[in-house]
């Protein structure tokens, strides 16, 4: 949602298609209010209870995007949103390159979403524990 916000404000044409029916649930009731009215004053078309099946590529190089209403239903038709870009976003995982690279090093810990992607105040949280520690 943040991304379509970002690409709408500039004046790029958004539509947000997500499985789900609810959008924004993680985040605060008045954040997701605020940033819902903004996505609607900037025109982004929000699809809840969509499911992406494929892509399509024509011969002039345009693409596709078919989904179909979630959850599947027998005889639902198709929807079809043409689009010059596509951005997934399906999940969050840690990096934890760095930290697996200092294994051998004393002193090192992982917090925040290098352990596991989540909110700012664990990140914050775990920080102020290690802090408390060394
Ligand atoms: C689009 C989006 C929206 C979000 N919205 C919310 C929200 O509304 N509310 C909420 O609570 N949480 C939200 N989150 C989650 C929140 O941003 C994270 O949980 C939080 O930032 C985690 O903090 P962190 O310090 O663990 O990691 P980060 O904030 O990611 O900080 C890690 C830092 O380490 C740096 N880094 C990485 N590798 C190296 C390296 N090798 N060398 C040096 N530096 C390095 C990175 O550049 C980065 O600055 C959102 C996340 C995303 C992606």
Redesign the pocket.
């Known amino acids: ?3 379509a916000e970002y690409l709408a404000g500039r004046g790029i044409r958004c539509i947000v298609v997500k499985r789900r029916p609810d959008i924004g649930g ?3 009731p008045l ?1 997701r209010a605020i940033l819902l009215r903004r996505l609607e004053s900037l025109g982004v078309q929000v699809r809840t209870g969509v499911e992406v099946v494929r892509f399509e590529t024509d011969e002039q190089g345009l693409t596709t995007v078919v989904a179909r209403p979630w959850p599947y239903q027998e005889d639902a038709s198709e929807l079809r949103f043409p689009a010059e870009t596509v951005i997934i976003g399906m999940g ?1 995982r840690g ?1 934890r ?2 930290a697996d690279a200092l294994t051998d090093q004393p002193d090192v810990y992982t ?5 596991k ?8 949280h ?2 102020f524990e290690v802090g408390r520690t060394v």
């Not at 917090?111 to 352990?115: A, E, K, L, N, S």
């Not at 992607?117 to 914050?124: I, N, T, Y």
């Open positions: 949602m943040e991304t993680k985040l605060d954040a969050l990096d390159s760095l917090i925040g979403d290098c352990v992607p989540r909110e700012v105040l664990d990140a914050v775990e920080g």
